[in-house]
T-cell receptor, first 110, second 115 residues
């Protein structure tokens, strides 16, 4: 059974600093890995999806990497802004089913 | 496209009452997923459909929960009878497979409170 872990549970950084968010998973037979953002009281917004055959994906200031052999994915957010404050969740896909990590709550201080 | 639409956005009910949550997936998507989010257990998949057919309902917690998808543009999640421990945010998501990718898009959720 796939288990997904995100450490730390919360993170606070000053504006302008680069953010590094970690995600680890137990089953390397992962189909893809998806990163989401969730604002308080809101739904999930898909940020990036990395297929199992890929090593990384980039979108603007966001870059996500995937290392299946070590069971890890990392989301980098360059030059963080207060608007980046949110909870970030990763989810590993086995077939069509997503297993979510507990999320990392990020606060970017002006 | 308007994205995944869920209704109601908030529901407050009393224990024992029937609750029906509704979802309209993104047009053209052939997968639909129901999730539940709580502080204690995080996000959990309850059930998912492909082409309106339930594929995996192993996450449905009890027989009190049921889900249907009568057509490609509508799904319901029903709880009967509801209990206080069912209080959570329920999300619907939809997707379709393109280029080997099955990216899921989530609705805004329904916040359910059972008193």
């Amino acid at each position: 059974k796939q288990e997904v872990t995100q450490i730390p549970a919360a993170l606070s950084v000053p504006e302008g600093e680069n953010l590094v968010l970690n995600c680890s998973f137990t089953d390397s037979a992962i189909y893809n890995l998806q990163w989401f953002r969730q604002d308080p009281g809101k739904g999930l917004t898909s940020l990036l999806l990395i297929q199992s055959s890929q090593r990384e994906q980039t979108s603007g200031r966001l870059n996500a990497s995937l290392d299946k052999s070590s069971g890890r994915s990392t989301l980098y957010i360059a030059a963080s802004q207060p608007g980046d404050s949110a909870t970030y969740l990763c989810a590993g896909a086995a077939g069509n089913k997503l297993t979510f990590g507990g999320g990392t709550r990020v606060l970017v201080k002006p | 496209d308007a994205g995944v639409i869920q209704s109601p956005r908030h529901e407050v009910t009393e224990m024992g009452q029937e609750v029906t949550l509704r979802c309209k997936p993104i047009s053209g998507h052939d997968y639909l997923f129901w999730y539940r989010q709580t502080m204690m257990r995080g996000l959990e998949l309850l059930i998912y459909f492909n082409n309106n057919v339930p594929i995996d309902d192993s996450g449905m917690p009890e027989d009190r929960f049921s889900a249907k998808m009568p057509n490609a543009s509508f799904s319901t999640l029903k709880i009967q009878p509801s209990e206080p421990r069912d209080s959570a945010v329920y999300f619907c998501a939809s997707s379709f497979i393109v280029g080997g990718s099955n990216e899921q898009f989530f609705g805004p959720g329904t916040r359910l409170t059972v008193l």
